[in-house]
């Protein structure tokens, strides 16, 4: 292993969760800690081999596994000439507590009683004077830590034998062994066993495998990509995992505070930082990403009154990028077939789902493939996906969803189920007059992007229920109300055209805005709680109009659907 070697493998500490001990005031202030050291280092591991900090104590003072002799692990390496170098690493590389270096040796770890598997590569496999240079360095030393001391020892008993069989190392990485190998590096002299574990001596090194996440982080091919992923990092302090002190002034003390480092985007798109997970994850080429991501970010512009509304803009555009492009692979039936995302529903097929995706004009047509410890990156000059197909998506405000009623006049209301293919969700709201007078009825928009849209009311014949009766058309006018960018409210109201349906048709979608006349929104309305964005429906009948028109209205949605920024 020469230096470069050594600094790419080295590369990217990054504890996907940690647990730290201090003491925590909560209550009215802000969160304040003492940190109490205790020199130990602390992963998040896999169930099978967990152990948080809070059982650390009891972990290295325990009985240990039962000794093969009354040695221990660290006298029982200092027995082979060949493992001096790898002993002089273990001794300089100091555990980590709460993201800083304590006086505690990996060394002293292992003279102590408590279990581990040490995978002990051979002198020469690697260059020590560059993994000791990299111990002095300020990011160097924790580097150290994940990609070489904890790729060679792991907390579990795994003992060589001829079947294969898997453990987790310290830093969380899955390794294989058996028939006299660890992840394909041959064994030269295997399980020694000691008073505090099991010892392998290796002929070299053992691979550190990046996961999708890692490579995110440490290649600079996916630099832009990583860089956004890792700004969503936060330690997150969690009560229920703490231990309570007293009251002070009223509020909860912690003497044994639990943080867990949490990463938002990777919560909501897939854990690809985990490694007992498999994924497929599509990622483009930095410039194919750089055009994509602002394409993003224009449909995902708050307006300027919106809180924290530059960091939701960047939020939902990353989202809306990559919660498409990973693919678990344990709800995958047939990977070749189709590949589906979590967030797949039967009732939108058209939405999560890509067919065929090996096949040209398939999502990974084309597409280079690498495996990492925890599945597949391919990687594209183009991207398969489209905002259409995506993001972008159209819009139902369903007229039996009355939550999204917020004003009216003149009129009642009232829902009725008709199930039927040409009738959205299999009901619709019946909007009855008061006597012959019109009425309005106002609808709040969720989900709005900023971008183009298509606009149609969807009204069904009132045959609907009643097949005998008179199939009058309605005639309404439109106002549809929104802000601008700087947060003003405007309203637009398509210059007071009179629309109708045509009952002959059935259900009948009256084009309110298309094509050359589609309504384009300065900005969009996303995930927020608020009236901005409304449509307002105007029953416009005259008195002498009533024998033509009728003023009660089967209003099955109001159909919002997306179209490219570019059409015209």
Request: aromatic share 12%.
């Amino acid at each position: 292993m020469n230096n470069e070697e050594i600094a790419s493998a080295t590369s990217g500490y990054n504890n996907n969760s940690i647990m730290k001990k201090g003491i925590i005031k909560s209550g009215k202030g802000s969160l304040k800690r003492a940190v109490r050291m205790l020199g130990v280092a602390c992963f998040f591991l896999p169930a099978s081999c967990f152990i948080s900090c809070s059982d650390w104590d009891d972990h290295y003072e325990g009985t240990g596994a039962q000794a093969g002799n009354e040695q221990t692990l660290w006298q029982t390496m200092q027995q082979y000439d060949e493992l001096s170098d790898f002993r002089e690493v273990l001794s300089k590389t100091m555990v980590f507590r709460h993201h800083k270096k304590t006086s505690v040796s990996y060394a002293d770890l292992l003279d102590g009683v408590q279990t581990f598997t040490v995978l002990a590569p051979v002198n020469g496999s690697f260059n020590k004077d560059s993994v000791l240079n990299l111990l002095t360095t300020n990011r160097g030393d924790s580097m150290v830590v994940r990609s070489f001391v904890g790729n060679h020892l792991s907390y579990n008993l795994a003992t060589c034998i001829d079947k294969p069989s898997d453990f987790y190392l310290l830093n969380t990485k899955k390794a294989t062994i058996g028939n006299k190998t660890v992840l394909d590096v041959p064994v030269n002299e295997a399980n020694i066993k000691a008073k505090g574990g099991v010892l392998h001596i290796l002929q070299r090194t053992l691979p550190y495998r990046h996961n999708l996440y890692e490579i995110m982080l440490n290649d600079s091919r996916y630099s832009l990509i990583g860089d956004q992923l890792k700004s969503y990092e936060q330690d997150e302090f969690s009560p229920n995992q703490s231990v309570e002190g007293g009251m002070v002034d009223g509020e909860q003390i912690y003497v044994d505070s639990v943080f867990i480092e949490r990463n938002r985007m990777l919560e909501s798109i897939g854990q690809l930082a985990d490694e007992d997970s498999s994924y497929i994850f599509v990622v483009p080429t930095a410039d194919e990403w750089q055009r994509v991501w602002q394409e993003a970010m224009e449909h995902f512009r708050y307006d300027a009154t919106v809180e924290n509304g530059d960091s939701l803009q960047r939020f939902w555009a990353n989202y809306a990028l990559l919660n498409d492009a990973v693919f678990s692979r344990t709800i995958q039936s047939s990977p070749t077939d189709s590949l589906v995302t979590y967030m797949y529903d039967r009732r939108y097929p058209q939405y999560h789902v890509f067919h065929r995706p090996f096949d040209e004009g398939g999502i990974l047509y084309g597409a280079t493939p690498t495996q990492y410890s925890n599945g597949t990156l391919y990687t594209t000059s183009k991207w398969p996906f489209s905002p259409l197909t995506t993001y972008q998506r159209e819009i139902k405000a369903e007229g039996e969803r009355t939550g999204l009623i917020v004003g009216y006049s003149k009129c009642s209301y009232n829902t009725r189920i008709h199930a039927a293919d040409s009738v959205s969700e299999n009901e619709y709201l019946v909007i009855t007059p008061e006597s012959n007078t019109n009425w309005t009825m106002t609808f709040k928009l969720e989900n709005t992007l900023a971008g183009k849209y298509d606009i149609g009311i969807v009204i069904l014949p009132a045959s609907v229920y009643d097949p005998a009766a008179d199939l009058k058309k309605c005639q309404f006018t439109v106002e549809l109300n929104y802000v601008d960018e700087k947060g003003e409210s405007q309203m637009c109201d398509f210059e007071k055209t009179k629309f109708n349906n045509d009952p002959v048709k059935g259900v009948d979608t009256v084009w309110v805005a298309l094509d050359a006349t589609a309504f384009t929104f300065p900005v969009c309305n996303y995930d927020q709680t608020n009236m901005k964005f409304t449509l307002t429906l105007k029953c416009s009948v005259l008195a002498r109009e009533s024998n033509k028109y009728s003023r009660e209205m089967l209003l099955d949605c109001i159909y919002l659907r997306p179209r490219k920024n570019n059409d015209n």
